[in-house]
Structures are given as C-alpha cells and as structure tokens.
C-alpha cells in the first residue's frame, strides 16, 4: 500500500494458508510495478527466517513482531501445547 493507501500488491488464499509466505510475491509485484518497497509491516506470520532473510538480502525493512520460534528456536516439543501452521508459532494448552 503506498502512502496514498492504495493497494499496490495482492495475494488471494484460502483461509488456512500461511500469509507470511506471500511476501517475496507481493514484493515482486509491487517492483514490477515501479514501487520502491523500502519496509513492509506485517503480523508474527511474515518473520520467518525465509522472511527475514529475503529481506536483508533486497535491504527491506521488515517490520514485523519476531516469531518466537526465531527469537527461542523450537526447543523441546512440551507435551499439550499445540503448533500453528498459519502463524507457525505454538499456543498454549486450554488449562493453562
């Protein structure tokens, strides 16, 4: 979206697919374009290190809250929590 707030890239999913894994296309449309993606913002879903790296690679600012699978790496699997493809972070149990 430009300063102007109109729509420069688009990427349609179903429901479940993971939105964070877009980015690299959505950057590529806006380029071809002739926008200059200087940042992007996005949720957790668009700092996966896939995204992270993309990003200091095309020198894009990523301004994104870090998955914490990136910030603690997946450690040990504790049993009853649950793992989200979408967000591709893990959630708590319900009892907890």
């Known amino acids: 979206m430009t300063e102007e707030r109109i729509i420069?890239?688009?990427?349609?999913?179903?429901?479940?697919?993971?939105?964070?894994?877009?980015?690299?296309?959505?950057i590529?449309?806006?380029?071809?374009?002739?926008?200059?993606?200087?940042?992007?913002?996005?949720?957790?879903?668009?700092?996966?290190?896939?995204?992270?790296?993309?990003?200091?690679?095309?020198?894009?600012?990523?301004i994104s809250k870090l998955n914490p699978i990136i910030s603690n790496g997946t450690g040990q699997q504790v049993q009853g929590f649950a793992y989200n493809k979408d967000a591709d972070t893990f959630q708590c149990p319900p009892d907890i």
């Open 8 to 26: 420069t890239g688009l990427e349609v999913t179903t429901g479940e697919a993971p939105d964070g894994k877009c980015l690299e296309r959505l």
């Open 28 to 62: 590529e449309q806006n380029e071809r374009s002739g926008i200059i993606v200087e940042e992007v913002a996005g949720d957790t879903a668009y700092s996966s290190k896939d995204n992270l790296d993309y990003a200091k690679e095309k020198e894009i600012k990523l």
